[in-house]
């Protein structure tokens, strides 16, 4: 999901087939997105949407990734933007993606993450790249990166965390300010000042609007973060030590 308004969530679910869903938490209705009609003889390899993997907002419309039928080896994936009043859609971005080996992967399929800036700027987190494009798909940037679970988690302004990939080196340190004891054991054991880092998921990079990358020693393995206010929420841990941690940037980030 997210956030079209303070009243109103852009959903993403199934519902027999793939479906998206505007949200009005005031009255909790549902209003549904008219779907695309498959084209083709309905055989079944017909799929139409076939698996939605990510959606973010900008303006009044959504951002959506989705995956589609590629070949034996690879799934498609796709970046569209979709008006929320008429459901009319617009193809931003496509390419191959490999088949997984991690067992992260949902339904056998590669993790994607993906977000938005003011400025219609898309981010997207793959297993392989962290990927930028601009508003209307094309490619401004990439880098490698080799990520079991990727995320991505954009400001407004530009600046964006990225998990992916082994520990970087860094002189950067966060500063636990608030939380209860169990919240700051949860926060320690997902941060790389520990002695052994091995098991705590893909490290933490931030990236400016200018590009300028800060790796962060703290809080590997997120699974899941969102920009809300002026700052990130990030949710780590797991059964029994799961904890929403609330990570505000240096100020002019």
Do not use: C
């Not at 392989?128 to 209307?136: K, S, T, W």
């Not at 998921?201 to 800060?214: E, K, P, T």
């Amino acid at each position: 999901m997210a956030g079209l308004s303070p009243t109103e969530l852009v959903l993403i679910h199934e519902r027999g087939a793939p479906v998206l869903s505007v949200l009005d938490t005031t009255t909790m209705t549902l209003r549904d997105l008219p779907g695309e009609q498959p084209e083709g003889t309905g055989e079944p390899d017909d799929l139409g949407d076939w698996i939605f993997a990510d959606v973010a907002v900008q303006a009044q419309d959504a951002i959506i990734a989705r995956y589609a039928p590629d070949d034996e080896a690879h799934v498609g994936l796709e970046v569209l933007r979709v008006d929320l009043d008429d459901g009319a859609r617009t193809m931003l971005f496509a390419e191959p993606l490999l088949l997984p080996a991690a067992t992260s992967a949902s339904g056998g399929l590669p993790p994607v993450d993906i977000d938005v800036d003011g400025s219609g700027v898309i981010r997207i987190a793959t297993p392989g790249a962290r990927i930028v494009l601009d508003a209307d798909g094309a490619e401004l940037n990439r880098t490698a990166q080799e990520a079991e679970l990727p995320h991505v988690a954009v400001s407004p302004a530009g600046t964006a965390l990225w998990w992916g990939g082994g520990q970087r080196a860094s002189e950067e340190r966060g500063v636990v300010t608030e939380g209860s004891d169990a919240a700051r054991e949860a926060i320690e054991e997902r941060s790389a000042s520990r002695s052994d880092t091995a098991g705590l998921g893909d490290s933490l990079i931030m990236i400016d609007a200018q590009g300028a990358q800060h790796p962060l020693p703290f809080l590997h393995g997120a699974n899941a973060a969102v920009w809300t206010g002026s700052s990130w929420v990030v949710a780590i841990g797991g059964e029994g030590g799961g904890v929403l941690v609330r990570l505000t940037p240096p100020k002019g980030q």
